[in-house]
């Protein structure tokens, strides 16, 4: 859904700070989820650079946990 400039009338994207016909200052808020989004991207790249080895052993320990859980006594 995109905005429109409250100057020109002209559509605008919904993350532009600024009209990209007039030039004129808009609502600099961003939405949440672009936050949420960019702190996702950052804590991927995080562990796909730096501590890959442990994030398999987590999901490793979670697997045999379900496991556990579902077939203990059979
Ligand atoms: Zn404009």
């Known amino acids: 859904m995109a905005r429109s400039c409250p100057r020109c009338g002209a559509t605008v994207g919904r993350i532009d700070d600024d ?18 989004l960019g702190g996702f991207l950052v804590l991927m790249a995080f562990v796909y650079l730096g501590d890959l080895s442990s ?20």
């Open 19 to 36: 009209c990209p016909a007039c030039g004129a200052k808009l609502d600099g808020r961003k939405p949440w989820y672009i936050w949420l």
């Open 55 to 74: 994030l398999g052993r987590f999901a490793q320990t979670l697997f045999d946990f379900a496991r556990g859980v579902r077939g203990g006594t059979p």
